[in-house]
C-alpha cells in the first residue's frame, strides 16, 4: 500500500528534499511554504493510519500487521516447530525472549 499511494511517494521526495536544506537559510516564505506542506504530510499521514485501523483481517491466516507486528493463525502454530512454540509461548506469557535469542535477533 504504502509504495503504491500517491501521497507517500510525495511526501517522501519532499522529506528527503527538505533534508538537503538548513532551516536557517530559508526565507521567511520558504519557511512558511514548508510548515504549510508538512502540516499536509503530517494530516495524510493520520488519514494512513486511520485507514490502516478500519482494515480488517481474517482471523484464519498468518499475516503482517499493517501497525506492526504478526498475526499467527491457530491452525499455523501447530506447523511451529518446539523451540518456536517455547518462544511462543514466553511472549504470550509477557516474558519476552530469552537473553540469547534477544542478541541473536539484534545481530
Do not use: N
Not at 36 to 58: H, S
Not at 82 to 94: H, I, K, M, P, Y
Amino acid at each position: 500500500m504504502e509504495d503504491h499511494d500517491g501521497r507517500v511517494i510525495e511526501a517522501r521526495a519532499a522529506l528527503e528534499e527538505a533534508r538537503k536544506r538548513d532551516p536557517a537559510e530559508l526565507s521567511a516564505e520558504e519557511l512558511r511554504e514548508e510548515i504549510t506542506r508538512f502540516r499536509t504530510y503530517v494530516r495524510w499521514l493520520i488519514d494512513l493510519a486511520d485507514d490502516a485501523a478500519d482494515t480488517e483481517y481474517d482471523e484464519e491466516v498468518s499475516q503482517v500487521m499493517i501497525y506492526g507486528g504478526i498475526y499467527i493463525a491457530p491452525a499455523d502454530t501447530f506447523k511451529l516447530c518446539d523451540g518456536c512454540l517455547a518462544l511462543l509461548d514466553l511472549v504470550w506469557e509477557g516474558q519476552g525472549c530469552p537473553p540469547s535469542a534477544s542478541a541473536g535477533s539484534a545481530a
